[in-house]
């Protein structure tokens, strides 16, 4: 009836905006992530009889705001008639800062929820249930390079290439840690009911995807660079077009982008992309991780900062 599962968040490379279905929450568009290695969110789930309510408990503190959407994750995962639980969460970086903290959560969620009502679902069950949840929690179960692709009534995922066979670094520029002022459900539906460039993302969204997965497939990382921060910088324009305009960014999220343009013009091979949210995230190769950080670091209003590899999808961890 207990179990404890860690999942680490996935950046997209490509990506997730907009639903085609708000009930299932099912994507309007396929999308592409790696998953990152060093930063984790951990959930420990119990289902204890004779509990009145679910409670929950973010890094050691009762979190009633957060409980409602987990507790309907249980619901849609176990069932109406599933006992209580207690959840107990933690994360070693800030959530919902837009540093995807629902796709690990939610990932980490499913899996320690699913084993611990004994409910032997494969990964692939278990990813659509996370998917359920939070679209981007479905890439976690996976590591490396992740796709989803979007069919009549469900979702696809596909690991596209291992992580070892390709290493890249990952640089978080954090800007601030506080949370973002729209969650990303509620954006979403309100870019598709007032920007005008809604449509037109949904047209151009599978060139971007194969565009992309040719880059992985043949480690092109120029291409994959040039493909990411176009999708990301058309992501963002159809949110800055919505009525009310949906602006993550801050001050320090355009200086890190214009330290990524610099370090592009010497030759480092890096790229950025940026959620719903003021973190930056810089792709690099292994061997420039050093030179990203030092000048992220150095960047007017970057508050801290977080390095990583590619990770694994989400796991079973036996409890402390
Ligand atoms: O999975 P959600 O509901 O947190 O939405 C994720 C949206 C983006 O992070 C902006 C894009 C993505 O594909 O992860």
């Not at 460039?197 to 040719?214: M, N, S």
């Not at 092109?220 to 990411?228: I, P, S």
């Not at 602006?247 to 790229?271: I, K, P, S």
Request: charged residues 25%.
């Amino acid at each position: 009836m207990r179990a404890t599962a860690r999942a680490q968040p996935n950046i997209a490379l490509i990506k997730y905006w907009g639903k085609r279905d708000s009930g299932l929450n099912l994507p309007a568009v396929g999308s592409i992530s790696i998953t990152l290695e060093s930063l984790f969110t951990e959930m420990r789930v119990g289902f204890e009889p004779g509990l009145e309510r679910d409670r929950l408990t973010v890094d050691g503190d009762e979190a009633a705001d957060l409980l409602p959407r987990l507790s309907r994750c249980l619901d849609v995962l176990i069932g109406l008639d599933r006992e209580h639980a207690l959840i107990d969460s933690r994360s070693n970086f800030p959530i919902a800062a837009g540093l995807a903290s629902s796709s690990s959560s939610f990932a980490a969620l499913t899996l320690a929820a699913a084993k611990a009502a004994g409910l032997g679902l494969d990964r692939r069950q278990l990813a659509r249930m996370a998917g359920r949840a939070s679209g981007s929690a479905a890439r976690s179960m996976y590591g490396g390079f992740v796709e989803l692709s979007n069919h009549a009534d469900r979702i696809e995922l596909e690991c596209l290439l291992d992580r070892d066979t390709w290493p890249l670094s990952v640089v978080v520029a954090i800007t601030t840690d506080s949370p973002k002022p729209v969650g990303s459900s509620e954006a979403m539906e309100i870019s598709r009911r007032t920007s005008p460039f809604y449509g037109r993302w949904l047209e151009t969204q599978q060139d971007d995807i194969d565009a992309c997965r040719a880059a992985i497939g043949s480690r092109d990382f120029e291409r994959l660079a040039a493909t990411a921060e176009h999708n990301c910088l058309k992501m963002h324009s159809v949110m800055w077009a919505s009525r009310p305009p949906l602006v993550y960014w801050n001050h320090a999220t355009l200086e890190c982008m214009r330290c990524v343009r610099a370090l592009q013009a010497d030759g480092v091979a890096v790229f950025f992309t940026i959620d719903a949210g003021p973190q930056l995230k810089a792709v690099c190769l292994p061997e420039h991780t050093a030179r990203v950080r030092e000048a992220l670091e150095a960047t007017s209003g970057v508050v801290d900062l977080r390095i990583t590899g590619l990770g694994a999808g989400a796991t079973l961890v036996d409890p402390h």
